[in-house]
C-alpha cells in the first residue's frame, strides 16, 4: 500500500476537498498515514482567505526540504486556493514541490500523481481565470468531483459536508474566493439528492449544505427553479437523516419562504449563520458587500418573526481599509443589538487579486486591527456567556459527536468518559458518558455554562426546545 499524509486548513469546502480526495487516492491503493516521514504522497490543502493560512503553509513547506533532498522518490504536492492563486509561484518558493492543483482539478491528481512517479517532473492543473475563455469553459474548469466519499475523513462518522454550490458571484472586494473557486453555479439537485441518500446509507446522522453563499442557491432545468428551501424538502425525506444545515448564508438572501422552511421542517437546524462584516454603511460599500446595515437588521427582524427559537452566528472583519473608530464602534454596536450566538472575528489582510488590493490603500495600523478584534470578541463572549446561562435548569436535544477534546487529551480510558455534541441551534455541550453514545439523539440537563459551552448530564425526561429568544429589532 503507498502512504498518504494530508493536512488540511481553512474552510468546511476545504475538509470535505480533503475527504473526496482521500476517496480517489484510495483507488489507487493508497492509505492515509500520520506523518510526512511515513509518507510516499504528502498534501497539503490551502486557503487563501488570510495571509497567515498562506505563510503557514510556505513554512511546513520548507520544513520538508530536508525530507525530500533525502528522499527525493516523495512526492510533494500543493492544492486548494492557495495552489490556484499562486500556481507556478509556488514552484518558485518551494522548487521541491512536485504538484501544484486548484481547488477545481482535484480529480486529476491520480493521474498527476502518475505522470510524476513516471518521470514527468513538476505537475500542474489549475482551473481557468475569469478572463481566460467562454464562461461555460471557466465553469466547467471549476467542477468538482463530490460523489467520491470517505467517512473516515469526516468530522465524525454521523456527520458530512454535502457541497450544493460552487464558487461565488458576488465579489466582495476583500475576498479571493471568486477567483480560486470560480463562479456561482448549484449542482443539480437530483445529484444532491442522491448523494444524501449514499451518506444515509454509510450511517450519517446529520448533513450540513455548503456553499460560498449556500442560500443563494440556484438550479434551473427548462422552466423549473429549484433554491435552497426546495433542497431541504427533498433531503427531509431521506431515511436516517436526522439534522439538516446550511453555511454560509448571504444576508440579502434570507428569504421568508426559506426562513418559513427552517421552521416547518422538524430536521432542519435552527442555526443561521449570516456573516454581517461590519456595522458601517461606509465600510459595507466599500466591501461591496451588497446591503446596508437597516437591510441585515431588517433580515435579523424576519429571522425573529418566523423562526424565534434560532440562533445566529456571525463573521466580522476589523481593520478593513479606511475603517475609522466611529465606524469600529458602529460593528461594536451592531453585535450588541443583534446578540449573535458567536462571531467569527477577522483582522483584514490585502488579499493580492481582489479589487480591494487594487482599490484601497490597507491604511488601519495592525496595533489597531489587533485592540479591535481583542474588544469585538470581548464583547461577543459576554453576550454568549449571558445567553448560555439561560439554558441552565433546562433538557436540550443534542446529537452525540464522540469524545470531547478535553477528554482525548487527557488520554482518558474506560467505560465512564467526557462526551459531546451539539444542541438543535448548534450549542456545544459536554457531560460524562461513555462512546456508546456516539451517534443517538440524547436528552441532556444543563447545569453549568460558559461563553463556549454548556456543561449537562443525561436525563430521560421529555426534551424542550432549546429556545433562545432573539431580541426585537
Known amino acids: 500500500m503507498k502512504q498518504l499524509y494530508i493536512e488540511t486548513v481553512g474552510c468546511q469546502m476545504n475538509v470535505l476537498d480533503s475527504e473526496m480526495v482521500v476517496a480517489s487516492l484510495r483507488k489507487q491503493g493508497y492509505e492515509l498515514c500520520g506523518s510526512p516521514a511515513a509518507a510516499d504522497t504528502i498534501l497539503f490543502n490551502t486557503c487563501s482567505v488570510r495571509e497567515h493560512a498562506e505563510e503557514k503553509v510556505y513554512a511546513n513547506l520548507a520544513k520538508l526540504k530536508q525530507l525530500k533532498a533525502s528522499h527525493p522518490e516523495k512526492i510533494i504536492g500543493v492544492m486548494g486556493c492557495m495552489a490556484q492563486k499562486d500556481q507556478r509561484l509556488v514552484f518558485e518558493r518551494a522548487p521541491y514541490v512536485d504538484l501544484v492543483v486548484g481547488p477545481g482539478q482535484l480529480q486529476r491528481i491520480p493521474e498527476l500523481l502518475s505522470q510524476i512517479q513516471l518521470g514527468g517532473g513538476q505537475q500542474v492543473a489549475v482551473s481557468l481565470v475569469r478572463k481566460d475563455g467562454y464562461q461555460e469553459q471557466i465553469r466547467r474548469s471549476h467542477e468538482t468531483f463530490d460523489p467520491l466519499r470517505d467517512p473516515t475523513m469526516r468530522p465524525t462518522p454521523f456527520q458530512a459536508y454535502l457541497r450544493i454550490q460552487i464558487g461565488c458571484d458576488k465579489f466582495c472586494t476583500y475576498c479571493i474566493v471568486p477567483m480560486t473557486r470560480g463562479p456561482e453555479q448549484g449542482r443539480p439537485p437530483q445529484v444532491i439528492l442522491a448523494e444524501a441518500q449514499e451518506l444515509a446509507r454509510q450511517g450519517c446522522k446529520e448533513i450540513t449544505f455548503l456553499g460560498q453563499t449556500v442560500n443563494s442557491y440556484k438550479f434551473v432545468e427548462g422552466d423549473k427553479v429549484t433554491r435552497l428551501a426546495d433542497l431541504l424538502e427533498m433531503v427531509h425525506e431521506v431515511e436516517g437523516i436526522e439534522r439538516l444545515k446550511f453555511v454560509t448564508s448571504y444576508p440579502k438572501d434570507m428569504t421568508k419562504r426559506l426562513l418559513e422552511t427552517v421552521r416547518d421542517l422538524p430536521k432542519c437546524s435552527t442555526y443561521l449563520n449570516a456573516p454581517a462584516q461590519s456595522g458601517s454603511d461606509a465600510v459595507l460599500k466599500r466591501m461591496k458587500r451588497g446591503y446596508t446595515v437597516s437591510d441585515y437588521y431588517a433580515m435579523m427582524d424576519r429571522i425573529h418573526e418566523i423562526v424565534p427559537e434560532a440562533s445566529v452566528s456571525s463573521d466580522f472583519i476589523v481593520g478593513f481599509c479606511g475603517e475609522t473608530e466611529q465606524d469600529f464602534q458602529q460593528t461594536v454596536q451592531l453585535v450588541e443589538r443583534c446578540r449573535f450566538k458567536n462571531s467569527f472575528i477577522f483582522k483584514y489582510s490585502v488579499r493580492p487579486g481582489t479589487r480591494g488590493a487594487?482599490?484601497?490603500?490597507?491604511?488601519?495600523?495592525?496595533?489597531?486591527?489587533?485592540?479591535?478584534?481583542?474588544?469585538?470578541?470581548?464583547?461577543?463572549?459576554?453576550?454568549?456567556?449571558?445567553?448560555?446561562?439561560?439554558?441552565?435548569?433546562?433538557?436540550?436535544?443534542?446529537?452525540?459527536?464522540?469524545?470531547?477534546?478535553?477528554?482525548?487529551?487527557?488520554?482518558?480510558?474506560?467505560p465512564i468518559r467526557q462526551m459531546t455534541g451539539r444542541t438543535n441551534c448548534d450549542r456545544i455541550v459536554v457531560w460524562e458518558g461513555n462512546e456508546r453514545q456516539a451517534g443517538n439523539l440524547l436528552s441532556v440537563l444543563i447545569h453549568d455554562a460558559s461563553s463556549h459551552t454548556l456543561f449537562g448530564a443525561v436525563e430521560t425526561m421529555e426534551v424542550q426546545p432549546d429556545v433562545v429568544a432573539l431580541p426585537s429589532l
Do not use: H
Request: hydrophobic residues 35%; charged residues 35%; proline residues 4%.
Open 358 to 414: 487594487t482599490l484601497y490603500e490597507d491604511d488601519v495600523p495592525e496595533e489597531v486591527k489587533i485592540r479591535r478584534n481583542n474588544e469585538l470578541l470581548a464583547v461577543q463572549n459576554e453576550i454568549s456567556q449571558a445567553d448560555n446561562l439561560k439554558f441552565l435548569g433546562r433538557r436540550v436535544e443534542v446529537l452525540v459527536e464522540g469524545p470531547s477534546k478535553m477528554s482525548i487529551k487527557r488520554d482518558e480510558q474506560g
